[in-house]
């Protein structure tokens, strides 16, 4: 039998990028559940009428509940560690994520001249900052 081709193991092994990007995307994800459970427990915590009184709990689960909706609001709420503060906060970590390894993406393709991963990518963020952009529009 032959040993198999040098560049077959080359193929097989994941690059450092996709290692990068992998590693970037678990501790995200892991960051931001474990903030969103911190917030849910501080909430819970403080305000233990939500485990007792579905009026409560309606008020803080209905729509337009008040959650920080702009940074100077957010940062303000996290001074006083409120609990919907840190879901918050998991939540906006969990949305950039995916945009942080859009963005890592990008440098490694312009870093290896594959310009037409890099035009691809370019695009999917730009239609990502578009689509951040019109969501803040009132």
Do not use: C
């Amino acid at each position: 039998m032959r040993p198999p081709a040098e560049n077959s193991s080359k193929l097989d092994r994941p690059s450092r990028v996709e290692t990068t990007v992998a590693a970037w995307l678990r501790v995200g994800v892991i960051a931001s559940v474990g903030i969103i459970l911190a917030g849910l427990i501080v909430s819970l915590v403080r305000n233990p009428e939500y485990l007792t009184d579905p009026d409560a709990y309606g008020q803080l689960t209905s729509p337009g509940a008040a959650f920080p909706h702009t940074a100077e609001d957010l940062l303000a709420e996290l001074i006083e560690f409120r609990g919907r503060a840190l879901i918050t906060l998991g939540v906006l970590l969990l949305i950039a994520t995916p945009v942080v390894r859009v963005g890592l993406s990008l440098r490694a393709y312009l870093h290896e001249r594959d310009w037409i991963y890099t035009t691809i990518t370019a695009l999917v963020l730009a239609a990502l900052a578009i689509s951040f952009a019109v969501g803040a529009i009132p």
